[in-house]
């Protein structure tokens, strides 16, 4: 898979963060969506390493942006299935995004720790939790307004990282 795109200079130069790097991913994103886990594997195995941490960059916040509940649900997701937390942490570390690699850690330490306290696991964790717990819809509420505040940072980031690498996402005409 080539996950080169194309478009002029100018509009490579005028795009916002987010849209930069959601347009460097678009591609790939939406290929692998609704696949099989070997699908994702080897469609990411062909991606350089600066396309793969942009990549899950967008698979953790395209999941965790719509609601505090949907960040919720999606970390215990990415914590309970191989490969996603440790790709999520090592993008972070890749556009070295301390802030977010802080707030992962975080959110990972309150929803093992809220998993363990109430005897489920990360397979049980529900959307509907924060309701049924005002405590934990507090503390989740906090680390997701955290997080989109954190998210903002990193659009930047790697925006920053495409603009200085452009021959790594993009191919200007």
Avoid at 30 to 51: C, S
Avoid at 80 to 92: E, H, K, L
């Amino acid at each position: 898979m080539n996950m080169i795109v194309t478009m002029t200079k100018e509009k490579f130069e005028r795009l916002e963060d987010e849209r930069l790097g959601w347009l460097c991913v678009e591609q790939t994103l939406m290929f692998v969506r609704g696949r099989d886990a070997e699908v994702k594997k080897q469609a990411m195995g062909q991606l350089n390493d600066a396309q793969r941490a942009a990549c899950m960059f967008r698979v953790l916040y395209d999941h965790a942006k719509p609601s505090a509940a949907e960040f919720y649900a999606w970390i215990a997701y990415l914590l309970d299935t191989p490969g996603y937390w440790d790709g999520v942490r090592s993008a972070a570390r890749f556009f070295a995004d301390e802030d977010m690699l802080k707030l992962l850690e975080e959110s990972k330490a309150g929803i093992e720790l809220e998993c363990r306290h109430r005897g489920i696991t990360l397979q049980q964790v529900s959307m509907s939790d924060l309701q049924a717990n005002e405590e934990l819809d507090r503390k989740i509420n906090a680390l997701y307004e955290r997080f989109l505040a954190v998210s903002e940072q990193s659009h930047a980031r790697i925006a920053d990282y495409i603009r200085s690498n452009p021959s790594t996402f993009v191919h200007l005409t």
